[in-house]
Structure formats: C-alpha cells, structure tokens
C-alpha cells in the first residue's frame, strides 16, 4: 500500500480527486507545477470554523473570551503539528531530498501546513460535514481531555520548575536556526540543561520554537529523576 493509500485509510476518507490529495501533500521545495499553499489558505480558514463550533457546542458555559482562548490553543502551528503526527502525516508528504535531509518530514511548520491543505482538500471535494467528523475525531483522539486547565499549560514554567528543584538551575534557550522570508520565518530553539543540550524544535517564532522544545526534557527529566 502507498503513502497516499496508507493515509487515506488512516482519515477514514478516500478522494475521488488524487491528484488533489497530491497537491496537499506536495510542498513547494519538491517543484512541481502545483504544491499545498493555497489549499494550506482554505484549510487554516475550515479548521478555524470546525474548532470553533465545536467549542461553542461543547462548553455553552464559556464566554467569548475563553472560547476565543481555546480555540487559539488548538488552531496554531503546535496544535496542528501534533494532530499532523497522529495520522503519520510527514510520511506522506512529497518534498525534496535537501529539505528531507534537513528533517523536513518532522519540521512543525510543514507538518501542520500539509495538515491544513489536506482539511481544505477534502472540504473542497466533501464538504464540511466529512471534514467535520475527521477533525473532531481527531482533536478527540490526541487530546485525552480538552479544557481551560489541560490546553494552557505552559512547558518553560513546568520545565524551569523542575530544574530549580532538582538541580538548582533554569533552563537555557539558545537560537540555533533561523530560515524563510520575514513574512514566514523559522527558527530553531536548543534547550540546554547544566552544559547538556536535550531538545530542539522549530516554530514560527521563537515563544513557539522555545514552549515546542521544552516538552521533551520534561518528560525525559521525570523518567531520569523517578
């Protein structure tokens, strides 16, 4: 079975139209005549409107503001990339042999920008109901427990927490990477704890990058202190 099959199964939805599922898993470094932006567009605007009813209906208690909240937690980079993983999604992915050298297929930014383009290619071919029932069971699926509590928690306050206890120091980020336009940078965070680094991530910006990388150590600490 192929990627494309493979992921197909996965999302429990099968296109008509392959050669759009091929253009939301295409990205731009692969150069072809096509790749995954412009669907990467309508499936950040889908994606904002599925989460967005989906809170609404789940939680009528809550204002605007903490719906608002929420729904930034789950709808961003980070959020996205997780669900992206779920489903294997950096398998499938077509991009060149430089940026598969460079780890693209674990890359946050183009992890969760193939995630949106393939949300906006089954609601250009299905609908929102389809896309609906995928998103929902997916948000479901990799988040055990969605509210207030469970999405604001902070990794660099946990982290730094945990080091100050047990070893008597903070954390320290360091910038290790930066590439893209101004309009789409990324940069590379390294976490190093007592000279020793344990963790890298990307993200749009660096208050991203730097909450993606401390959630390694995090769990990597606790194992080493129990």
Request: no cysteine.
């Amino acid at each position: 079975m192929d990627q494309m099959s493979t992921l197909e199964k996965t999302l429990g939805y099968t296109f008509e139209n392959k050669q759009l599922l091929r253009e939301a898993l295409t990205h731009k470094s692969y150069k072809q005549p096509y790749n995954n932006e412009r669907l990467e567009f309508l499936g950040d605007a889908v994606l904002d409107l599925i989460v967005g009813q989906y809170l609404f209906e789940r939680f009528p208690k809550h204002d605007e503001g903490k719906l608002s909240k929420m729904r930034a937690s789950l709808v961003n980079e980070e959020g996205f990339t997780r669900l992206a993983k779920h489903i294997r999604l950096g398998e499938a992915i077509y991009l060149s042999n430089a940026e598969e050298n460079n780890g693209g297929r674990q890359k946050p930014s183009l992890l969760s920008n193939a995630f949106e383009a393939i949300i906006g290619a089954i609601y250009l071919e299905a609908g929102l109901e389809p896309v609906q029932k995928i998103t929902i069971g997916l948000l479901e699926a990799v988040y055990k427990e969605i509210s207030l509590d469970t999405l604001f928690k902070d990794h660099k306050t946990a982290l730094q927490e945990l080091t100050q206890a047990h070893f008597g120091i903070t954390p320290e980020y360091r910038l290790v990477g930066s590439s893209g336009p101004d309009h789409k940078k990324e940069v590379t965070i390294a976490i190093v704890i007592d000279g020793k680094e344990y963790a890298k991530a990307s993200g749009k910006s660096k208050k991203i990058a730097q909450q993606e990388a401390a959630q390694e150590p995090i769990e990597r600490l606790k194992k080493e202190l129990a």
